[in-house]
Antibody, heavy 119, light 111 residues
C-alpha cells in the first residue's frame, strides 16, 4: 500500500526554522517526482515546491524562493523541506504529494503536518 | 504566478448536474492539457479525481468528468450525491519555472 507520512511540523517563532520530512512506503521513491503543497487555515491549496526523481530539477513558488529548500534521499525513501526565515503567512498544513506521471497527476498525498509561525 | 479562478461556491440538488469552472491564462490552462482536479473533504487530504483535463484515475466515479476550452477548464459532477459535498480544486501546469498553480477552490453544497 502506498503511504506518505509527513512529520516535523510544530510551533515556531517568526524568523525561525523547521525541517519537514515525508516518509514514503509501498513504492520506490526514486521513480517519482515529488511536491510539497500547503494549505493555510481555512484557505485553498498552494503549490510550494517540486523536485524531480533524480533531484536535479527543483522549483519553488515565488512566495518561498530563497527561504525554503526541497531535497530527497532516495536511499531512505524520504522527502524533505527545510524552511528558514519563517513568516506568519507560512502558517499552514504542509502536504507531500507524489506526481505519478510528471504531468501533474498528484495521485497520493500524505495526511499533512501543521506548521504554525507565531510569537 | 496568479492562482486560477474558480467560483467560491456551487450548489445543486441530489441527482442534478453541476459544473465548476477554472479560468487561467494562455500561460497555463490555455497552453497545456495538464489540468487536474482534486476533491477535499473537511480535515482530509486532497484526492485526485481528474488528470490531464479529462482522464479519471481508477476507482473514481464516472459521474466526474473534465473538459477544457481555451483558457478555461471545467469539472462536471453528474447525478449529484450527498457524498460529493466537498471542496474542489483545479491545478494546471504553468511552465518550467513555477510548474504548478492551483485554483482558489470551490465549495460544493448538496441541497
Amino acid at each position: 500500500e502506498v503511504q506518505l507520512v509527513e512529520s516535523g511540523g510544530g510551533l515556531v517563532q517568526p524568523g525561525g526554522s523547521l525541517r519537514l520530512s515525508c516518509a514514503a512506503s509501498g513504492f520506490t521513491l526514486s521513480s517519482y517526482e515529488m511536491n510539497w503543497v500547503r494549505q493555510a487555515p481555512g484557505k485553498g491549496l498552494e503549490w510550494v515546491s517540486h523536485i524531480s526523481s533524480s533531484g536535479r530539477t527543483i522549483n519553488y513558488a515565488d512566495s518561498v524562493k530563497g527561504r525554503f529548500t526541497i531535497s530527497r534521499d532516495n536511499a531512505k525513501n524520504s522527502l524533505y523541506l527545510q524552511m528558514n526565515s519563517l513568516r506568519a503567512e507560512d502558517t499552514a498544513v504542509y502536504y507531500c504529494a507524489r506526481d505519478y506521471s510528471t504531468y501533474g497527476r498528484f495521485d497520493y498525498w500524505g495526511q499533512g503536518t501543521l506548521v504554525t509561525v507565531s510569537s | 504566478q496568479s492562482a486560477l479562478t474558480q467560483p467560491a461556491s456551487v450548489s445543486g440538488s441530489p441527482g442534478q448536474s453541476i459544473t465548476i469552472s477554472c479560468t487561467g491564462t494562455s500561460s497555463d490552462v490555455g497552453s497545456y492539457n495538464l489540468v487536474s482536479w482534486y476533491q477535499q473533504h473537511p480535515d482530509k487530504a486532497p484526492k485526485l479525481i481528474i488528470f490531464e483535463v479529462s482522464k479519471r484515475p481508477s476507482g473514481v466515479s464516472n459521474r466526474f468528468s473534465g473538459s477544457k476550452s481555451g483558457n478555461t477548464a471545467s469539472l462536471t459532477i453528474s447525478g449529484l450525491q450527498a457524498e460529493d459535498e466537498a471542496d474542489y480544486y483545479c491545478c494546471s501546469y504553468a511552465g518550467s519555472n513555477t510548474p504548478w498553480v492551483f485554483g482558489g477552490g470551490t465549495k460544493v453544497t448538496v441541497l
